[in-house]
């Protein structure tokens, strides 16, 4: 985080906000100089997400997570599945060895360590297991040069390094932030031990303590010493992490979005030409848009009325039994890009939005015959420089932009974006794509276009682009960590004060309830 800020700080700006093109190299703006509404309300709704996650590192987050040892373990369970396939010198007495060392890395890392020193004591053994697994790795690959299983047990090797980085990297943090956990066992009960997740405050206060306790006891100098070096390395960590809060904040106070707003329409403009001076003649008008994000900022950090809110059009449409509001091109992106940082409440609007938009995108492509999942992404065609276009797809029926039938491109991040909603339907999504030959050494591809002008003739339906986007990668990781951990980026986004203040117009209530709670009332 560090290097980039000082990256942003370093990049100019125009009324607090970035640009949307910079050469990477001279970091100058690139022509035509262009502010985007969207993409500057998404930043800043991560910059306030960012700034209570980084309040969190200091009393919320373990310094060590019996999670990071189940990590480990799926480091090590795709390492021997790249070591179970033929030419790969399983049946070798090298390969008989590593199974069985392999088998000694699972059987430690069940464990579930009860202090700092336990935690040392199982990381070194996981350093020593790790480094004898590589050493029978490096003979296999070595039998097997020239061998069909070449690759797969050069793709072992990748994983079992990064078990190993993983390894070596938390014995590194209890280096720095816990050199005394040998002496305080030698203790004894003569002071408390502090648990086997202390947090990086806590480890602070209880340094504090410890030392203290320890003055005037013979023999205590040097625990003593280490005692003040891990609070020192500590109070250095949480220094820096309140000080990158504080540049996410000062990045959110200095974004001005009153430029951006049209005061007669009520409706933000699609952007700004710095260039030209003047703002886009096209608005986002729609409730359903990925500028719901910006909207959303804007009136919470009190710059817009709240009265935009309701501005935004809200027009339904049938999708199933349930009813869906309408976007412009009934995008996933469109549709679930705000889900990421923003809570979808029950019985809402956008609640019933978000479920009815899945079903139609599940249905739609068993009608197709394909996975499901549509959205802007690449598709079937390239320029000269063989880079392939861009553009926004969408499920017919949602959308108001014309023609969407006429394309049938799937892109996995779609599907992944539902994860927290449907994980299920996902799972069995992903498993399909993979199938398709989707999937690559960095996850899954981009896109596969089944639109048939753009299919070789008497070939397979399908054509796989092997290209990863990383905004597409990046929002894949964020949809996952939501599904999997409680929503994490939801919660941290939700901390803000100001999203607190702001949070009742996300609770917007279904049209139907509303006039049933009206014939009642009445």
């Not at 031990?193 to 040097?222: F, I, K, Q, Y």
């Not at 000269?384 to 553009?391: G, S």
């Not at 449907?422 to 069995?428: K, T």
């Not at 276009?449 to 008497?458: A, H, L, Q, S």
Request: proline share 6%.
């Amino acid at each position: 985080l560090e290097p980039t800020f000082k990256t942003l700080l370093a990049l100019p700006r125009y009324r607090g906000h970035y640009y949307n093109w910079y050469d990477t190299r001279t970091l100058t703006p690139l022509v035509p100089a262009y502010i985007s509404t969207v993409d500057s309300g998404n930043l800043v709704g991560y910059l306030m997400t960012l700034k209570i996650g980084l309040a969190g590192l200091i009393d919320r987050v373990p310094l060590l997570d019996p999670q990071a040892l189940d990590g480990l373990g799926d480091a090590i369970a795709l390492c021997e599945e790249w070591l179970s396939g033929p030419g790969t010198g399983r049946n070798t007495a090298a390969g008989r060895r590593l199974r069985k060392e392999l088998a000694g890395v699972r059987a430690e890392l069940a464990e579930r360590p009860a202090s700092l020193g336990a935690w040392r004591a199982l990381l070194e053994r996981l350093g020593d297991r790790l480094s004898a697994v590589g050493v029978l790795l490096r003979e296999i690959e070595e039998a097997t040069a020239e061998a069909a299983g070449s690759t797969a047990v050069a793709n072992a090797g990748e994983w079992l390094d990064r078990a190993a980085a993983g390894v070596a990297e938390r014995r590194a943090d209890l280096d720095l932030l816990a050199p005394w956990t040998a002496g305080v066992e030698a203790l004894g009960a003569a002071l408390p031990d502090p648990g086997p997740a202390p947090t990086l405050g806590e480890l602070v206060r209880w340094c504090a303590h410890a030392s203290a306790a320890l003055e005037g006891v013979p023999n205590a100098r040097d625990l003593r010493a280490a005692l003040d070096r891990s609070r020192a390395h500590g109070e250095e960590l949480i220094d820096r992490a309140v000080r990158l809060g504080e540049l996410a904040d000062d990045l959110v106070e200095e974004t001005e979005f009153s430029f951006l707003f049209n005061e007669e329409r009520q409706l933000f403009s699609i952007g700004f030409s710095v260039t030209d001076g003047r703002l886009d003649s096209s608005y986002y008008d729609t409730f359903a848009s990925e500028a719901r994000l910006a909207s959303f900022v804007a009136v919470a950090t009190g710059q817009i009325p709240h009265e935009h809110w309701f501005k935004l059009g809200r027009s339904l449409t049938p999708a199933g039994r349930a009813r869906a509001l309408l976007s412009w091109s009934a995008s996933m992106f469109e549709y679930f890009m705000p889900l990421l940082v923003m809570r979808a409440y029950p019985s809402t609007l956008l609640d019933e939005t978000y479920r009815a938009v899945v079903d139609r995108q599940i249905r739609y492509g068993a009608e197709r015959g394909v996975p499901w999942g549509i959205s802007e992404s690449a598709y079937n065609a390239q320029d000269l420089n063989r880079n392939y276009q861009y553009r926004a797809f969408g499920v017919p029926g949602l959308g108001l932009k014309r023609g969407l039938a006429d394309d049938l491109v799937v892109a996995p991040y779609a599907s992944i974006l539902a994860a927290p909603l449907v994980p299920l339907d996902v799972l069995n999504n992903l498993e399909r794509l993979a199938r398709e030959g989707m999937s690559g050494r960095y996850g899954f591809y981009e896109a596969i276009d089944y639109t048939p002008e753009r299919n070789p003739v008497g070939e397979r339906p399908g054509v796989v682009l092997p290209t990863y986007m990383a905004h597409h990668q990046g929002m894949s990781l964020v949809a996952l960590d939501n599904a999997l951990h409680d929503a994490p980026m939801q919660q941290r986004f939700h901390g803000d004060p100001r999203v607190q203040a702001a949070d009742l117009l996300l609770q917007e209530v279904r049209a139907h309830t509303c006039s049933r709670m009206a014939r009642t009332s009445s």
